[in-house]
């Protein structure tokens, strides 16, 4: 369990109370676009008591320089997709839980904790005052001296449309045939292809094949497993989204939550940061284009009053919640590039982190009720109107 440190909830503590809205402004939840061998990634994030300077792919890590706080401690909190993490990592391809992952803050390991939905992976750690670099890193997967690594050419495919898996396995190469098996399943289990094929003597694959016409969209997991007598047992996973309404899982210590997508956008890639209690989406769709998104998202995922934000265009929202979920309804115009909207609440699984949050953001209420009241006369009550604001503003 990622624990939530005192300098955490002290910053948690200290977000104005009113407005609600400015609670829940989104302010530090951020992206950064990284580049490397010729591809361009972006990476949504979260951060306390720092701001996020260079990111880079280096020497088999993911290097960042951050300018955190003197005093107080901090945490930041990553979306990365699954192909970047391969470009530094590529053992990664056969860890799907990303066991072998290790974060180094100037050089000491910090523990961190990861959350997993569809293609992208938010890894969260804690720093201490005056950190300035960190290192993301993967290390090999213990007991596998072979590889099986995969790829698709699109992580977005529609039902009735045909999908391309190529894959390869590394050592053992004196085995002139290896057979592979490939299943494609979802969120709930549902298995759309599980097909069999014959790698050549380098260890390469290819399955070409054609999503059913009936397959629910969301959130694919492709697993290939060695089926060969002269390999052990290895596996090699990637994801692929189905384009129709469908589900996502997200996936955090242990705990499974699914949440429902329908949109008309080109794609809808969500990411899920547990520390900045928001649940976004990626869109991509032609400039100038109205696009339309319904998502169904479970309390336990993220409850409280939803806020959609977004710096996307002519955005519009309608929130509706029952007693198991919320249905939010996106009205947006595409801007031609790669847009994120964020939808944050206030609590966010696993719902006992906050139960302790809640508890001191309750007491630093009162606190600062019995403070007001003691301060009604005189000076404060002839400024009070500017001693409130500083108050908030801080």
């Known amino acids: 369990m990622f624990k939530v440190t005192f300098a955490l909830i002290i910053a948690i ?3 104005p109370i009113v407005p609600f809205a400015d609670a829940q402004s989104g302010e530090s939840i951020m992206a950064v676009r990284v580049s490397h061998d010729g591809k361009e990634y972006v990476v949504p994030y979260f951060i306390l008591n720092a701001e996020l300077g260079d990111v880079e792919v280096n020497n088999g890590s993911l290097h960042l320089s951050i300018n955190s706080d003197k005093e107080n401690g901090g945490l930041l909190e990553l979306a990365l997709p699954y192909g970047l993490l391969k470009q530094f990592w590529p053992e990664a391809t056969g860890d799907k839980e990303l066991s072998g992952l290790v974060v180094f803050v100037d050089g000491e390991q910090v523990p961190a904790d990861i959350t997993h939905v569809g293609s992208r992976f938010a890894i969260a750690f804690e720093f201490p005052a005056g950190s300035e670099n960190v290192d993301i890193a993967g ?23 045909s999908v391309e898996i190529t894959g390869m396995i590394t050592g053992g190469r004196d085995a002139e045939a290896r057979s592979v098996r490939i299943i494609v399943q979802n969120a709930a289990g549902i298995v759309i292809l599980d097909e069999k094929v014959v790698a050549d003597p380098e260890g390469r694959f290819v399955l070409t094949d054609t999503i059913p016409e009936g397959a629910e969209g969301g959130g694919y997991e492709i697993t290939a497993e060695s089926d060969s007598s002269t390999l052990p047992k290895i596996k090699g996973y990637e994801f692929l989204n189905v384009h129709a309404p469908g589900f996502f899982k997200v ?42 998104t319904r998502l169904h998202i479970p309390h336990p995922l993220l409850g409280g009053r939803l806020a959609p934000v977004a710096d996307i265009r002519d955005l519009g929202f309608n929130v509706n919640s029952d007693a198991d979920q919320s249905a939010v309804d996106l009205f ?19 719902e006992f982190d906050l139960v302790l949050v809640s508890l001191i953001l309750a007491a630093t209420v009162a606190g600062t009720i019995v403070m007001l009241r003691s301060s009604l ?3 404060l009550i002839k400024n009070g109107n500017n001693t409130l604001s500083n108050h908030q503003s801080n």
């Open 13 to 15: 503590c200290m977000i």
């Open 139 to 161: 290390g090999s997967i213990p007991g596998e001296a072979f590889l099986l690594t995969l790829e698709t050419p699109t992580r977005w495919v529609k039902p009735g449309e």
């Open 251 to 292: 996936s955090t210590e242990g705990k499974n939550e699914n949440f429902f997508v329908s949109s008309n956008s080109s794609s809808y890639e969500p990411f899920f940061l547990k520390h900045g209690m928001t649940l976004g989406l990626l869109m991509d769709g032609p400039e100038e284009v109205q696009g339309e």
């Open 332 to 350: 947006y115009r595409h801007s031609g590039q790669q847009d994120i909207i964020r939808i944050t609440g206030t609590t966010a699984i696993p």
């Open 377 to 379: 006369a005189g000076k």
